[in-house]
């Protein structure tokens, strides 16, 4: 049964999705990473016209849909601006290859840090890869402009990056559905000149798309998605994205010069609506990039010198800037502190008690567990990136010493370890390095919501698999010591890290405990005994949230948060804490 023209609301990102589904996309590859995860979850409703899966890293999954591109289907790969890092390396040399079917990269920023380690703009790095980018500014649009990428991409045999923002992914939107468009795969023909990426092809490449980047900025003038909207000329915009809808909010009456696509910029509509208005103002979150181009051109506009190059805009913050309007805003309600803490029952928690209790330092990684570094647990030390946590702890043995890590171990999650940390582990052994690894294998990639991965034994489309099994893979990287531990074991814990970290060679220790949130089941809860409490605040040292202190000093377990995980009864030595209605 045809949906076209059935209107729905839809997230930014699965519109995204609907959209490359209706653009007749045939392969999907991504990592999840939020704020662009939901992309492949919805994606993957389309399993019986779109192949979609979950690799192990955003590398490997642009590899997967270049690959899928060469052989002549449109391909989409999904992640967040970090994760374009990750993928960089193949990004920079396609931008020569070209396509062949139709290739978009979704690349999800993150202007506010909600969830990132920084406020990367994709721009900048599409600019450096000469790589063209479409951004949409609602979900209608996402839906609608990554059909357009689609069609350019093949037009001018490039690949595109579809930037969204967190804004536009989570934020709803009215869309109109479309039927998929079948989409006959291009034929594939043996080209070396042109997939071969060595240096003497990549420099016949690199002139053929500057050719396609001019050719590109031509015909920018007149595409659809870039649209002028003619109104008071005494204040002109230019912007694109969510901020558009910051300005139509704040500048009803403003002209404004919306871009679809911001790289490469149209120069010859963008020197007209400059030459209609008295005053040009570039709006635009996080870098200048379409600011430092226009004033390149020697056209007058007002940007960053009062617009911030952090966080997210809105509405007022233009009317301020722009209109000098000092608004009351009133003060916001004395709501209490809600500082971001592991789940209740979470295997993490267990983890870092003892590596506090130890005063052993960790040097963190990208995950749930990244907040080992907050009170009352305060283990982690660094977070830098995916698998950064082995590299650096081997480089600060070399820089300081063996002894210099006796007091220190790298804690990754499996599915981090499996992103960037094998590499990372099997550098460590082959320089002789002498760290301990903890790898909190909680059986998913708990931090963007549960998805699967190359150890659960379960593709992203549902179907059973291979799953790698993780301390077989860490002793064929040539770890002789392979400890596998129930992290909620907290004695046997304890003793295996002081082994461990003893040790003169690599050592890795598995805390192989589900997270918490897996299952839906009934849990066992535990009781405080008020007639049994010393008071002694041994149980409230990890920082559970289920638990905390009666009036009269005494320990009180919340039944609607517990999950029956134990941590709090193994370290009560009093027998105040019971375990009731079932069986650990």
Not at 231 to 248: A, E, R
Not at 292 to 298: D, I, M, P, S
Not at 508 to 526: D, G
Request: hydrophobic fraction near 40%; proline fraction near 5%; charge should be negative.
């Amino acid at each position: 049964m045809s949906d076209s023209n059935k209107r729905v609301v839809m997230l930014g990102n699965e519109a995204i999705a609907r959209g490359a589904y209706e653009a007749g996309v045939k392969v999907s590859a991504a990592y999840p990473g939020t704020p662009s995860t939901e992309i492949s979850e919805a994606m993957v409703q389309y399993k019986d016209a779109v192949y979609c899966e979950w690799s192990p890293n955003e590398k490997v999954a642009t590899e997967v849909a270049i690959g899928a591109s060469v052989s002549g289907v449109r391909a989409m790969a999904c992640m967040k601006h970090v994760g374009l890092n990750v993928a960089s390396d193949p990004l920079y040399t396609v931008s020569y290859m070209g396509v062949n079917g139709g290739l978009v990269m979704v690349v999800a920023d993150d202007p506010g840090l909600y969830s990132s380690q920084n406020e990367q703009d994709t721009r900048m790095v599409a600019r450096a890869a000469q790589v063209p980018v479409i951004e949409p500014s609602d979900s209608a649009e996402a839906k609608d402009f990554i059909k357009v990428a689609y069609e350019l991409s093949e037009k001018f045999d490039r690949p595109f990056i579809f930037r969204t923002t967190t804004r536009l992914a989570h934020s709803q939107g009215l869309v109109e559905l479309k039927d998929r468009v079948e989409i006959e795969d291009k034929e594939y023909v043996k080209d070396v000149r042109k997939n071969v990426m060595m240096p003497g092809n990549a420099k016949l490449r690199h002139v053929e798309i500057e050719k396609r980047n001019l050719e590109l900025t031509e015909a920018a003038d007149t595409l659809s998605i870039n649209k002028v909207e003619i109104n008071d000329t005494k204040i002109g915009v230019i912007t694109s994205g969510i901020p558009y809808l910051y300005v139509k909010e704040a500048l009803p009456d403003a002209s404004v010069l919306k871009l679809g696509m911001v790289n490469p910029l149209p120069k010859k509509m963008i020197e007209e609506f400059a030459a209609k208005v008295d005053q040009l103002y570039i709006v635009e979150e996080l870098d200048p990039v379409i600011e430092l181009q226009v004033k390149a051109w020697g056209i007058p506009c007002i940007g960053k010198e009062i617009f911030t190059v952090q966080g997210e805009y809105s509405a007022n913050m233009l009317r301020t800037a722009i209109l000098g309007e000092k608004l009351e805003v009133a003060a916001p309600a004395a709501a209490p502190m809600r500082p971001p803490i592991l789940c209740p029952g979470c295997p993490h928690r267990s983890a870092f008690y003892v590596l506090n209790k130890l005063k052993i330092h960790a040097a963190g990684d990208i995950g749930c567990y990244t907040l080992g570094a907050v009170a009352p647990l305060s283990v982690v030390d660094t977070t830098i990136c995916m698998g950064a946590s082995i590299s650096s702890l081997h480089g600060m043995e070399k820089a300081k010493g063996k002894e210099y890590i006796k007091n220190w171990v790298a804690v990754i999650g499996d599915s981090t370890f499996l992103h960037t940390g094998v590499n990372s582990l099997m550098n460590m052994v082959y320089n002789q390095g002498t760290g301990t690894v903890m790898i909190l294998d909680n059986s998913t990639t708990g931090m963007t919501g549960h998805q699967d991965h190359a150890a659960t034994g379960k593709t992203l489309q549902g179907d059973p698999t291979n799953a790698v099994n993780i301390p077989v893979l860490c002793r064929a990287l040539g770890v002789k010591n392979v400890v596998e531990v129930n992290v909620f074991d907290i004695e046997l814990l304890e003793k295996t890290i002081k082994e461990e970290v003893a040790k003169d060679e690599v050592s890795v220790i598995i805390t192989k405990t589900p997270c918490v949130l897996l299952t839906k089941e009934k849990k066992p809860l535990y009781v405080a005994h008020s007639d049994k409490c010393k008071k002694c605040g041994m149980c409230m040292k990890p920082g559970c949230p289920a638990m905390t202190r009666n009036a009269d000093g005494t320990i009180h377990i919340d039944d609607t948060m517990c999950t029956g995980c134990g941590l709090c009864e193994s370290l009560c030595k009093f027998d105040a804490i019971e375990l009731v209605g079932g069986v650990k």
